[in-house]
């Protein structure tokens, strides 16, 4: 398990820009994927985006397909959503996650950061 802590979300307004950032602990960071899942208000957690453990292999959800990046840096232990245009209904709060392959469940999730984009 990792633990994993997300931070740089904020009030942004429709059209800009926000980068969020998640730390993790431990020495094989590289051996997760990583994933980043949001939840609005009343609503069920969805899926935005992952990369593999090694940075190559990316996937991003319909809703932030040309908004959103997600990157890795595995020397600072870190995963990384960039996301520009942002639109009102961005606003969630967002969590990042971790697991060990595709096979099996994200086992370790973040406390989460709030995105409030106001139109």
């Known amino acids: 398990q990792v633990q994993l802590v997300e931070s740089g979300g904020g009030l942004v307004q429709a059209g800009g820009s926000l980068r969020l950032s998640c730390a993790a602990s431990g020495r094989t960071f590289s051996n997760y994927i990583m994933g980043w899942f949001r939840q609005a208000p009343g609503k069920e957690r969805e899926f935005v985006a992952r990369?593999?453990?090694?940075?190559?292999?990316?996937y991003y959800a319909d809703s932030g397909k040309g908004r959103f990046t997600i990157s890795r840096d595995n020397a600072k232990n870190a995963v990384y959503l960039q996301m520009n245009n942002l639109k009102p209904e961005d606003t969630a709060a967002y969590y990042c996650a971790a697991r060990l392959s595709f096979a099996a469940p994200y086992g370790s999730w973040g406390q989460g950061t709030q995105v409030t984009v106001s139109s």
């Open positions: 990369i593999s453990g090694s940075g190559d292999s990316t």
